[in-house]
């Protein structure tokens, strides 16, 4: 499968936890985004990476969230002391910008469900 | 700010009918457009996409959608749904000078077979 595969595909925490989400793009793509979507609701914009270097983050992302891409691979979505309002789906995608290929098509992942208990 | 408005949450159709969906954004430069679809159980998957030329676009099983600029509206049209468009659709704008795309809060299309 060469999607974009995210990892755990749910996840239940108690209040105050750390959580850690992983995802992986498609191998060649050089932009990795990262959403939430809550019931109701489409995607919203986290933040994203221009391979490693994460260029912007959604005012959404207190500081209690923090993503990093080493070596522009994978990339991995961290929220510490977690509450009951980080319940979401957490969506990953990825594109490939730059060169002759600029298509800016996302290819999201399954997602990753956050129950906070 | 970008915002995109999808004018209805829930559709239900019956098998055959034309199926239009609304979608309105606010953004007063250049933007791509596109229509994302989920279905149940699926990834989000792309539909169709406009960048420039013609204002009609077409995407995959029969789906085609208008830009209207005047309008700022990327309406979505199926001349004859079938039972397997069952799925919820995303609009979504990206501003062609940065990088973030923002999706509307979706449509629920169910289709009576």
């Known amino acids: 499968d060469t999607g974009v595969s995210q990892d755990p595909r749910h996840k239940i925490t108690k209040r105050g936890q750390n959580v850690t989400f992983r995802c992986d793009p498609i191998s060649e793509h050089n932009r990795l985004y990262w959403y939430r979507q809550t019931l109701g609701q489409g995607p919203e914009f986290l933040t994203y990476?221009?391979?490693?270097?994460?260029?912007?983050k959604s005012r959404l992302l207190s500081d209690r969230f923090s993503a990093e891409r080493p070596k522009g691979s994978f990339s991995t979505l961290e929220i510490q002391r977690t509450e009951q309002g980080d319940s979401a789906m957490y969506l990953c995608?990825?594109?490939?910008?730059?060169?002759?290929?600029?298509?800016?098509?996302?290819?999201f992942g399954p997602g990753t469900r956050l129950t906070v208990t | 700010a970008q915002s995109v408005s999808q004018h209805n949450h829930h559709v239900i159709l019956s098998e055959a009918a034309s199926l239009e969906l609304g979608c309105n954004y606010s953004?007063?430069?250049?933007?791509?457009l596109f229509w994302y679809v989920q279905y149940p159980g699926q990834h989000l998957q792309l539909l169709l996409k406009?960048?420039?030329?013609?204002?009609l676009v077409k995407g995959i099983k029969g789906f085609e959608a208008e830009f209207i600029k005047s309008k700022f509206s990327f309406n979505l049209r199926k001349p004859s749904v079938q039972w397997s468009d069952t799925a919820e659709y995303f609009c979504a704008v990206r501003d062609t000078g940065g990088f973030k795309t923002i999706f509307g809060a979706g449509t629920r299309l169910f289709v009576k077979a």
């Open positions: 995608a990825s594109s490939l910008v730059g060169g002759w290929q600029n298509s800016y098509e996302q290819y």
């Open positions: 953004y007063g430069g250049t933007v791509n």
């Open positions: 406009y960048f420039s030329g013609d204002p």
């Open positions: 990476f221009q391979n490693e270097a994460q260029l912007e």
